[in-house]
């Protein structure tokens, strides 16, 4: 059976030629401007574009910029980019949203539509749900033949986000240390300006799977079972570091110089060690990502504020609170100097400029931060389903302490439990996380039992 469209805070996302076409791509993009034209009260709106790598991607971009053009919205087409690099030409060119064609992880049979406000960041719940609304309905604002909209060309974001990020760092002394790197962009938006970023820094790079064609030479998503081939040739051709970015450049998994895959959890936790070391303030991160967020935090005398899993809620308490620094354990962080995105070149030279300025290796590093085990699991569920495991869970789990934010998080002493639904996918997500001698397996087995009584599986 088919799956459905997904559309969600995180935008629309869908099989290509099964239930995501060329149709789809117009009305949403209808609905996006109409939305935007009806809360603005502009005639005229001005709406960035850029795609990832995906075969896929062109097809859709030209659909949605025939819906945009077809309400009176300008378009301004940044070609192939990264989804960080849209987020900032948004502020930088001053447009009333933006708009990229990327699928993030899932697999090249998917390709998706995410939408960003003015502020170059994914719109909130309610705004979401109204573009929803116009989309279902079909209920656009078309204009006549001489008001529609017009489309620039503007392929200058690899050289504004590169230059916004070595504003932010030392680059002489990361210069200095010549660090050799292996680079993985899994065939995505990433290659190209990570390896000038790269290089513009001392580096030298041996860039791997980097031609931006968009069929994946191994699963997209930079977790350990799918990165052996960048551990395997770190460790071969003596690097200081490998980095494995997503197909759209919002993610990064870092493996040391032993050519052991350190992860995704990492990657905030040590961007957020260099920041915290030169400017004092508090960070961000959701209910699913790592306790050494709040372990750095509190060597460096800083809080930190936990929000709803999505970057649009972290960015959002980054800006109400003035945070400076932020993210997800899924390998994103956020400095909103830089972009209010998720950015995985800005995570690449943070972690350098860590290790040239404290003079140590990655494994160096990474070995004194305080040791936890984190699970992922996840499942088949819906909605409803999903609401019955949580229901049951804290019929389970009533001497936890309870967040229900998002999902449902339950806190023990040795560590946490976070049950909550994806945004992208139709599945449930367990994310657990306990002290390297603690036994997590007693609250997981809890978990397990309730999911089968529930599923049946």
């Known amino acids: 059976m088919a799956q459905d469209l997904i559309i969600s805070i995180s935008g629309m996302r869908g099989i290509v030629g099964e239930n995501l076409n060329a149709f789809t791509a117009t009305n949403y993009g209808c609905a996006f401007g109409t939305f935007l034209k009806n809360s603005k009260g502009k005639k005229k709106l001005k709406i960035a574009i850029g795609t990832d790598s995906r075969p896929s991607g062109g097809m859709l971009k030209s659909a949605i910029m025939a819906g945009l053009c077809s309400v009176g919205a300008d378009i301004i087409d940044l070609g192939l980019v990264t989804t960080p690099t849209v987020g900032i030409m948004v502020n930088q060119l001053e447009c009333d949203g933006g708009i990229v064609v990327t699928a993030s992880h899932n697999p090249v049979e998917y390709n998706g539509i995410k939408l960003l406000t003015s502020k170059g960041i994914a719109p909130p719940a309610g705004m979401a749900e109204k573009i929803k609304a116009l989309f279902l309905k079909g209920q656009f604002d078309c204009v006549s033949s001489v008001d529609c909209g017009k489309i620039v060309i503007d392929y200058s974001g690899d050289t504004v986000h590169i230059q916004k990020i070595r504003a932010c760092i030392n680059k002489g002394l990361i210069f200095s240390k010549k660090f050799r790197v292996v680079l993985d962009s899994v065939n995505g ?25 968009g069929l994946f030479t191994h699963k997209p998503e930079p977790l350990a079972e799918n990165l052996e081939y960048l551990c395997q040739t770190v460790q071969k051709v003596g690097a200081n570091i490998g980095f494995a970015q997503d197909p759209d450049g919002d993610r990064l998994a870092i493996v040391d110089e032993n050519g052991r895959y350190i992860g995704e959890e990492y990657t905030l936790a040590l961007a957020a060690k260099h920041i915290l070391s030169h400017k004092k303030g508090p960070a961000a991160a959701n ?62 030279a943070f972690i350098l400029q860590l290790c040239a300025e404290t003079n140590k290796t990655i494994s160096q590093l990474v070995d004194e931060m305080p040791a936890y085990q984190m699970i992922k699991q996840k499942f088949d569920a819906d909605k409803k389903t999903a609401d019955k495991i949580i229901t049951q869970a804290k019929k389970t789990f009533k001497k936890a302490e309870v967040n229900e934010s998002d999902g449902c998080r339950f806190d023990f002493d040795d560590g946490w439990i976070h049950l909550r639904t994806s945004n992208t996918e139709p599945i449930m997500r367990v994310i657990a996380e306990f002290k390297e001698d603690a036994d997590p397996q007693k609250h997981l087995d809890k978990i397990a039992a309730i999911i089968e009584k529930i599923t049946g599986k």
Do not use: F, H, Q, Y
């Open 189 to 213: 938006a990433g290659a190209r300006p990570g390896k000038r970023l790269l290089s513009t820094l001392g580096c030298r790079v041996m860039a791997i799977n980097d031609a931006p064609t």
């Open 287 to 348: 209910l699913s990502t790592s306790r050494m967020i709040d372990d750095v935090a509190k060597e460096a005398g800083c809080e930190v504020i936990r929000t709803p899993v999505g970057e649009a809620n972290v960015a959002a308490a980054m800006i109400k609170n003035n945070c400076v620094i932020g993210g997800e354990g899924n390998g994103g962080i956020i400095d909103l100097r830089i972009g209010p995105v998720r950015d995985s070149l800005t995570a690449m």
